[in-house]
């Protein structure tokens, strides 16, 4: 029993040191979703399906820039299949964003309220995140050439979710990067390990499926998307079974300025300001 008491006090201060690192990493991600707002880029997202065999039976690919209109982020469509769109569609997708730009500009107080409950709602969720799992370290490993705490992430038993939407945590495992200097998340990694129902239960995910989660360091003051990866087999309308690959890739950040204007000539190219 002696021999083992060195080794019970270092797995007690790695348990302590765990939850203390996911309670920074929490704190400062709420920071951090400030910063991204000061941010546009590219979002690349390739959806991949297979048929029985094991083969793709159809591949779509979609680029998004991630604009910043009144303070919000701003999706606008300008690539289909790595192609720019068609004048006609790209014209389409400009008068979308001048609607849209028109439309928060006009929002309500109340409105507004609204949107900043939403924020305050996903706060929550987050929160949740860091209650319903146990945290443990489990090594160290460099991330984009900085060191970080690799902690394994597995549901409490009999956990009860507070909110409906935090019910996935507990059909959820896998693994966190965190790294030591900031303590924001650089990478993750999860699978479920139970079915994950969505939208009245019209749409359900397999267990077994498979996410991974990236992000980078961006002018040394903000960490940004990188990479996000799923692999699931799923059911749709509870009739079609789908196996599906997506891979969202992200580049070309630039940093916006409150009182310029971006003009996007092509996605080949970063946004020019007036």
Known sequence: MRA?????????????????????????DFTNFENRKDYTYLERTEV???NSKGNVSKAEVETREILILEGRPYEKFVARNDKPLSTKDAAKEDRKLDNELEKRRRESASEKARLEKERKEEQKFLREFTEAFDFRIVGEEPVSGKPAWVLSVDPKPNYRPKQ????????????????????????AEGEATDT???????????PGARLSFEQTR??????????ISV?????LALLKKM???IDITYRDYRKF??????VVDSIDQPAKKD
């Not at 300025?257 to 971006?262: R, T």
């Open 48 to 50: 991949r399906q297979y």
């Open 4 to 28: 083992l008491l060195p080794l019970l006090i270092v797995s007690a201060a790695f348990a302590q040191d765990a939850n203390e690192i996911i309670r920074r990493s929490t704190a400062r």
């Open 257 to 262: 300025q409150a009182d310029s204007k971006l």
């Open 196 to 206: 994950l129902s969505f939208g009245l239960f019209l749409f359900r995910v397999a």
């Open 231 to 235: 692999r699931a087999e799923a059911r």
């Open 164 to 187: 409906s939407e935090a019910k996935v945590f507990t059909k959820l495992h896998g693994k966190i990067w965190i790294d030591k200097g900031e303590y924001h998340w650089v990478k």
């Open 243 to 245: 196996r599906a690959e």
């Open 218 to 227: 961006v002018n040394e003051e903000v960490w940004l998307p990188s990479h």
